[in-house]
């Protein structure tokens, strides 16, 4: 599957205008039509403006092939955490609005947490068998103080939550790691939770997030794993294309350097055999030839010496 194509089919191509001619000659062809810039993204010349221009370090950087697939991968997971932030964030409400109306607790809980029930329910927890919502039932007959502190820190939970599918959903670099810190530190509970009775949902929770915590180190290399940041950020780089043009530009300016220099070298050894030449004795057999490369390594005997 193309990724790269499946991401210009959804967001339409990135192309770009680099203020560096000789860039911007390699990313462009001149068609019928007009210019065809590269889309940086697939790879396909396309006629047309270019989507942006400016110096080429301002140049976009879309995700590309894999990259594409793996922000997919880390919005599903957004999605998923955003969902469970509504759901504890509106416990954490119905907690902390009755928390003073002691009378009308139990009420509350069986009115407000009926459709939240059938929704926890799918995230794994069922509201017979959790200890997590045990306790919470048993709270109900707790003071209001306490009662304050559990809306605390379901309202947290649902704080760091919503911060985890922020940081997934940008795909940023501080997201990944706090997902990643987020959600191991939720494993041990949820194993706690299978040892206390094994549901599928249970389990397929558990696997999710240990998944998505192997995910973040292993394909986004955090904690240093597989070379870290460094081999990451590399590996981003390998896989751009405007990146590629630019060290290709940067190999062939290198090569033209060279070229220029040995030119220059064939250049003096020639003016110097031609200075020594016009003499007219015919003794150069002892001058040794310049090599291909046009530098002559060995000292030149002055035949008129
Ligand atoms: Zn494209």
Redesign the pocket.
């Given at each position: 599957m193309d990724w790269?194509?499946l991401?210009?089919g959804a967001g339409?191509?990135?192309?770009f205008a680099p203020d560096e001619p000789a860039l911007g000659e390699r990313l462009s062809v001149a068609a019928r039509k007009g210019l065809a810039w590269r889309?940086?993204?697939?790879?396909?010349f396309?006629i047309g403006e270019p989507t942006a221009s400016g110096p080429a370090a301002s140049a976009p950087r879309?995700r590309r092939a894999e990259q594409v697939r793996s922000a997919l991968i880390l919005r599903i997971f957004a999605v998923e955490r955003f969902l469970r932030a509504l759901v504890f964030g509106a416990l954490a409400i119905v907690v902390w609005r009755f928390s003073a109306s002691r009378l009308s607790l139990e009420q509350a809980y069986e009115q407000a947490l009926a459709p939240l029930k059938a929704l926890l329910h799918d995230f794994g927890f069922s509201v017979q068998h959790s200890k997590l919502l045990g306790l919470l039932h048993e709270a109900f007959n707790l003071d209001p103080r306490t009662l304050g502190y559990i809306a605390i820190g379901l309202g947290a939970y649902a704080v760091i939550e919503v911060i985890e599918g922020v940081g997934l959903w940008l795909v940023k670099r501080w997201g990944e790691y706090f997902a990643m810190i987020a959600t191991s530190a939720g494993l041990p509970y949820e194993i706690y939770e299978l040892s206390n009775k094994i549901t599928v949902l249970r389990v397929v929770a558990f696997v999710i997030n240990l998944g998505l915590v192997l995910y973040l180190v292993l394909t986004k290399r955090l904690l240093g794993v597989r070379g870290g940041k460094k081999a990451y950020e590399a590996k981003l780089r390998s896989e751009s294309i405007l990146d590629a043009e630019i060290a290709a530009l940067a190999a062939e300016q290198e090569v033209a350097v060279e070229r220029e220099v040995e030119a220059k070298q064939e250049a003096a050894v020639q003016a110097k055999r031609g200075a020594t030449a016009a003499p007219g004795i015919s003794e150069t057999r002892e001058t040794p030839v310049a090599d291909e490369t046009g530098v002559n390594a060995l000292p030149r005997r002055d035949p008129s010496s």
């Open positions: 790269s194509l991401g210009c339409g191509h990135i192309t889309c940086l993204r697939c790879g396909t396309v879309p």
